[in-house]
């Protein structure tokens, strides 16, 4: 299997998990490794568990765990957003669980009551981890019992922009013990480089469809002044790989970097930068 050319600047990364996958895969969901993927923010720990799933035909839900609440409260609970695992047929599936960090993470929340919600969290997927079944929220607000025994469980989080986290780190932040018997590998996104940045842009499918749509753009000027902006901010960079996209819409939006007075907006096949 070839890397997915989008991804930038994750092949240790890539390797590992595609190998992950493999198993999965050619087991029929019998072996599932579970594992936790740190990184920090925008360096695409999403974006390369969802590519690889697209590119080895694995069904994939993402789940945002910062917004769950405890089930049996208001809010969105963990056998509402597991609804979607009903649709995929039994096949071996991917669970990407984002934000996991702030379920445990000392400092994230600050009330008792916010705490012990989220604590439930975290023991609600230690329940389906242990199970072959979850009961997930089904049509007309009926519970319903799904396999889960094919699932493979991805836990994802910026963990305050730590690198390189181990086991032993995970239990000091509080994840705890019983999980990570269960969840017992990490893998690391690394933070994207200068270069990475570039190539990312060189790639983007925004910007073509951007230069397609303004006629009067010359595209080798267009990247120099966006790369010349992305030097400008790389070591104040907090979006990662967001930050080129960031930089694309301001470009054209904008006409070009300078403020300028934004006018009417009307609906063209073709647009000019000078309007």
């Not at 690889?52 to 765990?65: G, R, T, Y």
């Not at 439930?120 to 929220?137: C, M, P, R, T």
């Not at 699932?151 to 509080?174: K, M, Q, T």
């Amino acid at each position: 299997m070839t890397q997915p050319q989008e991804i930038i600047g994750q092949d240790t990364t890539i390797k590992d998990v595609t190998k992950i996958f493999d198993i999965l895969k050619a087991s029929g969901g019998e072996i599932r490794p579970h594992f936790i993927l740190t990184g920090s923010s925008g360096s695409g720990k999403s974006f390369v568990i969802a590519s690889l799933c697209s590119s080895l035909d694995i069904p994939f839900i993402e789940v945002n765990a910062a917004q769950l609440t405890k089930e049996g409260t208001s809010g969105n609970s963990v056998s509402k957003v597991l609804a979607p695992l009903a649709r995929t047929g039994g096949r071996p599936t991917i669970c990407f669980v984002d934000e996991f960090d702030k379920l445990f993470i000392s400092g994230n929340n600050n009330s008792d009551l916010a705490h012990e919600s989220t604590n439930g969290v975290q023991n609600e997927f230690l329940k389906i981890l242990e199970s072959d079944e979850a009961s997930v929220y089904g049509d007309y607000g009926k519970y319903v019992n799904i396999p889960v025994k094919n699932v493979l469980f991805v836990f994802a989080g910026a963990f305050n922009g730590e690198e390189d986290i181990s086991l032993d780190r995970l239990r000091e932040l509080g994840l705890k013990t019983e999980f990570l018997g269960r969840v017992g590998l990490v893998y690391n996104t690394k933070q994207l480089t200068l270069e990475n940045l570039y190539q990312i842009l060189e790639g983007s499918h925004l910007l073509r469809n951007y230069l397609n749509l303004f006629d009067d753009a010359d595209e080798e000027t267009v990247k120099l002044l966006i790369k010349a902006k992305i030097k400008e901010n790389f070591e104040n960079n907090t979006l990662g790989a967001r930050m080129v996209n960031t930089l694309i819409h301001q470009y054209f939006i904008k006409g070009g970097f300078e403020d300028k007075e934004v006018k009417q907006i009307t609906f063209q096949k073709k647009l000019s930068l000078k309007k």
